[in-house]
């Protein structure tokens, strides 16, 4: 099935990438207004022992890298940028990462669940060939 000319498929990863960057826009101003972390509820705890004495830094990655990042590669792919489901993938797996950062310096948020199956739904719905072959030139396979 298709909408406006896409594969209905798309909305999927469209809206993952969409409540990502939507999240990661409102932390990332949040950590970045008040970098010691007290107006979301972070304690600074986990930093003993990393090179962040606040969240300052981690709340600018969190801004552009699952903000604005999220927002381009969206964009991306409705609009049928060939790079975009590569990007997708990318966004994903940055999201992993982000995740096991967090896992390892002992931050216990409610929002670790809800990332991973967002990175999930991301990675692996951008490679769905419904959403490979929206792209223009690509084989058909």
């Not at 790079?83 to 931050?107: N, Q, R």
Request: proline fraction near 7%.
């Amino acid at each position: 099935m298709r909408v406006h000319g896409r594969p209905a498929i798309l909305r999927v990863p469209l809206a993952a990438l969409d409540q990502l960057s939507g999240r990661a826009l409102f932390g990332g101003v949040a950590l970045l207004m008040a970098p010691s972390g007290e107006t979301v509820g972070l304690s600074s705890a986990p930093f003993d022992g990393t090179p962040f004495e606040n969240v300052l830094v981690p709340g600018f990655i969190l801004f552009v890298v699952f903000g604005l990042v999220p927002a381009v590669v969206g964009y991306a792919l409705y609009t049928r940028r060939r790079w975009g489901w590569t990007a997708s993938v990318g966004v994903a797996a940055a999201m992993l990462v982000w995740v096991l950062v967090e896992e390892t310096i002992g931050f216990d948020r409610p929002t670790l669940s809800l990332n991973l199956a967002t990175a999930a739904a991301i990675a692996v719905l951008a490679v769905h060939p419904a959403v490979r072959h929206n792209m223009p030139d690509t084989k058909r396979s």
